[in-house]
């Protein structure tokens, strides 16, 4: 889970690749590197931490060439440091790679028995060293071929040589790459975000595929050494807007704007004139689908557990979330007349993009739900639904995640009204509450100064719980992970009613506990298992949109959310919980849009 970029010019490169590197720290920032060829030579510079870090560097001793190839890290093997940055490279070669080589330590002893000497603890170095074998005997195509199938693993590769120097080469398996067309210069990188500064023409390669760049042109190849040719595509200027603005971070900036992304989905998918949902061409009748299976990590993997509720709810078919990493794994028993649905921001992340292969290969229907259109997942997918949320380049994913619900709950009600399971008037009624939740997002925006407030009590509690039933269950478990990503504070997600089978034991005198009690069905049992909290010394935060005075004596503070119905609660619950997550970690001093420890795109396993 690192980002890569390589550019091949007729001027110097190294400012467009730190400026590319930025672009993608968000896959990782614990080391940064940069290679050039200078005059004939390998020029290598790299250092742990921050692409920051990396231009100081530059700014003493400039990288000077017209072709290079940068990296950020996100440590796999080996820590953080500066030998294990990348690149590595041999007076002929340099590597980046984003991905894992499984069978490295193999390898290695392979090549240290012909007597190769490897710097750093990384499984990169090998490839470094197999090319560079190879090439004394092979000519550049075949090194590079041979080189590829000796690897088990994922990669994003990017390599430059002593003896090319108008070459720039790409390879993929498993992690993304993206080509960039540019005038008298091309481009590759991990995607295509980073490379849009410099051109809005993009290929992408497939499983097995490498490229060769040269200023004038692009050559690609797929895992049979065959030439092959790549459609073109043209991204849109729209998704260029990443700047914070006026924001401290991007994160406050995600979170603030989710009324307006809710209101530019909304304008995608629904046609308020008929009333009706404008998504066409479900990969499978949605009369015939016998079960709907959900699939994603993290976050995503929570908005999948939402749509759970929703589809259980409003539709009369069998409905199961999984978590990505276990479904891939799994003995499922892969079912022609289901659909699969695979949710991701990134649309890159490995295990779900593994998970829909999987699916793939076993010739069933997909359906990828993705903020990024160009990527893997969306590719892959039989039938894609864009969240339109437009970049998220915070870490914590926010506005993703109510994009994510959005389209979910809009394709649960499209299904659900296509076989006739829902009644019409309910259908009406809902899509006249789903119209206003834009508005409502925003009145609860305009509320973060009490969350603000309200923040202190949990910077120094050893650990907290987020509460919650029926559809407050998935938002407390996102409500827990927002806080632990963010500020590293121990949080539990619990169905309230599970409080009492083991958890009730951790709460503490003081212990800061957030109970999400929405008027619902439920209301009066989450307020019981509240009061089971308090009587134990639980300091309550209740959000709620129950406006009664007589709750509050014993809660520590009550944040009072607008009316609402409450099969839309899941967006506007999940308002304060972002909030709190972030104003605890801002208080803590936690670096807000880049976590410890994390990366925004997670391309390996
Ligand atoms: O890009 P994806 O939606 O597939 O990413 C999935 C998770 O890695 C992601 O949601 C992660 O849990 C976030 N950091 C949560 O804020």
């Given amino acids: 889970m690192c980002g890569i970029v390589g550019i091949v010019s007729n001027k110097s490169v190294s400012s467009s690749i730190i400026n590319a590197l930025k672009k993608l720290e968000y896959r990782g920032y614990d080391s940064a590197g940069i290679s050039t060829l200078n005059n004939g030579f390998i020029d290598e510079k790299k250092c742990s931490g921050r692409v920051e870090n990396l231009e100081k560097i530059l700014f003493q001793n400039p990288s000077v060439g017209d072709l290079g190839i940068g990296h950020v890290r996100w440590a796999t093997h080996g820590v953080p440091n500066q030998i294990n940055a990348h690149p590595h490279s041999t007076d002929q070669v340099s590597v980046v790679h984003n991905g894992i080589i499984e069978n490295s330590d193999k390898l290695k002893k392979e090549y240290e028995a012909k007597g190769y000497k490897f710097k750093s603890q990384t499984d990169t170095e090998v490839i470094t060293i197999i090319l560079t074998d190879f090439l004394k005997n092979e000519n550049l195509v075949d090194s590079v071929y041979k080189t590829l199938n000796k690897l088990i693993g994922s990669f994003a590769l990017g390599v430059i040589f002593k003896n090319y120097n108008d070459l720039v080469v790409g390879a993929r398996r498993g992690s993304p790459l993206a080509v960039g067309y540019g005038h008298n210069e091309n481009f590759i990188g991990s995607d295509s975000y980073a490379l849009k500064t410099m051109t809005n023409k993009i290929s992408y390669l497939d499983d097995g595929d490498f490229c060769l760049l040269s200023k004038e042109k692009v050559e690609f190849y797929n895992s049979d050494k065959k030439k092959i040719n790549k459609e073109v595509f043209e991204l849109s200027n729209e998704d260029n807007v990443v700047d914070k603005g006026d924001f401290k971070d991007f994160m406050s900036k995600e979170i603030d704007e989710q009324n307006l992304t809710t209101k530019k989905c909304l304008n995608e998918y629904l046609d308020k004139s008929r009333n009706e949902i404008n998504i066409y061409n479900i990969p499978i009748d949605p009369n015939q689908i016998k079960k709907i299976r959900l699939i994603g990590c993290g976050t995503a993997y929570h908005s999948c557990l939402m749509a759970k509720y929703w589809i259980e709810e409003f539709t009369s078919i069998d409905v199961e979330s999984d978590i ?121 925006l305009s509320k973060q100064k009490e969350i603000q407030e309200i923040a202190r009590d949990f910077i120094n509690a050893k650990g907290t719980m987020y509460l919650g039933r029926g559809y407050s269950y998935p938002i407390a478990m996102e409500g827990a992970l927002k806080l632990k990503e963010l500020s590293y504070i121990h949080a539990e997600g619990y169905a309230a009613g599970e409080m009492k089978h083991g958890p009730l034991a951790l709460i503490e005198d003081g212990m800061p506990i957030v109970v999400l009690a929405p008027k619902d069905r439920y209301f009066e049992k989450t307020i019981s298992n509240m009061q089971e909290v308090i009587a134990r010394g639980g300091k309550v935060l209740m959000i709620t949109n129950d406006k009664s005075k007589t709750l509050s004596e014993n809660i520590r503070f009550k944040f009072e959310l607008p009316d609402f119905q409450s099969h839309i609660s899941a967006f506007l619950l999940t308002i304060p919980i972002q909030f709190l997550a972030y104003h605890v970690a801002l208080l803590k001093n936690c670096d807000i849009d880049k976590p410890r420890n994390l990366a925004k795109s997670v391309t390996v396993e």
């Fill in 324 to 444: 990505a990493s276990e479904f891939r794994y799994r003995n499922v028993k892969l079912n022609k007349d289901d659909l699969y649905i695979f949710v991701s921001q990134s649309g890159e992340t490995a295990d779900t993009y593994a998970a829909l292969e999987k699916c793939k290969k076993n010739n069933v229907k997909t359906c990828g739900i993705v903020n990024v259109v160009e990527s893997s997942i969306a590719r892959l997918s039989d039938f894609v639904l864009p969240i339109h949320a437009g970049p998220e380049i915070g870490v914590a994913s926010t506005k993703a995640f109510i994009g994510q619900m959005l389209v979910l709950l809009l394709l649960t009600l499209k299904i659900s009204k296509d076989r006739k399971d829902i009644d019409p008037n309910v259908f009406k009624k809902l899509i006249d509450d789903i119209i206003n939740l834009p508005d409502l997002i925003k009145e609860t």
